[in-house]
């Protein structure tokens, strides 16, 4: 009688909440800690992946009108007034902007000595480029920490949610399933949640690594050329 008791007890007992909002609010302090730390780190990894989407999408667009227009025989002089006018030139035209400016320094000087200046205009486009690359791989370090470290965080929630699990199941002797499940599954959404901020960043960064690759190897290809142009330019201007 006692056991039939004991047993019509837990079928009426209320069933704990195992729904997403439910197991964080009923987890422990150090899992719930873990949770929203993760939770943040998500959201901070989507909202840099959608900047650097739309960064990158932009920069490959602005090097297309740019490329379109450099080749479209415009003078390289009136390239460069329209373009020095704006006041911040990225990609392909500032880079085509500090070669530009260094060269027409260049042709400033009293002697109007040419030596040297197209090893100077090819140390400013490569120091344009390598900037250029900073701006492009600006904040996917974070996506890079994220996607290393959130699982090894979320396993550290479940261990400590396992751990608050089995001490509450020593406490109450209780180790029917409906005693257990909510503890283990509040343990588990810990690596869950680890899982889900990791994955994102973790493709993300690759993809972005990537495109950083592709537009910084255009940026390089396109310094080469006007290095030929500008090294034709020197060549005429010597012999003259």
Not at 39 to 62: E, G, P, V
Request: proline share 2%.
């Amino acid at each position: 009688m006692d056991s039939t008791a004991d047993i019509a007890q837990t079928a009426l007992a209320p069933v704990a909440d195992v729904s997403l909002i439910g197991l964080v609010l009923h987890a422990g302090l150090v899992v719930q800690i873990v949770m929203i730390g993760l939770m943040i780190a998500s959201i901070w990894c989507w909202a840099i992946i959608i900047d650097k989407t739309i960064l990158f999408s932009r920069s490959r667009a602005a090097m297309n009108r740019f490329e379109q227009v450099f080749w479209s025989g415009q003078s390289l002089e009136e390239l460069y007034r329209s373009l020095s006018q704006r006041q911040n030139n990225y990609g392909m035209a500032g880079l085509f902007v500090s070669a530009m400016r260094e060269w027409k320094r260049s042709l400033e000087t009293p002697t109007r000595s040419f030596l040297g200046v197209q090893a100077r205009i090819e140390k400013v486009m490569d120091v344009t480029i390598q900037r250029e690359a900073e701006r492009l791989e600006s904040k996917l370090l974070v996506l890079a920490t994220v996607g290393s470290s959130s699982p090894f965080i979320g396993l550290f929630g479940t261990v400590i949610g396992i751990m608050t699990a089995f001490q509450s199941i020593a406490a109450t002797k209780n180790t029917s399933l409906a005693a257990v499940a909510p503890g283990i599954s509040e343990a588990l959404f810990a690596t869950a949640m680890g899982l889900v901020a990791a994955i994102p960043a973790v493709i993300a960064y690759n993809k972005f690594n990537a495109e950083v690759a592709k537009q910084q190897g255009r940026l390089e290809g396109f310094a080469d050329e006007f290095s030929a142009i500008l090294s034709r330019q020197i060549d005429e201007r010597m012999a003259a």
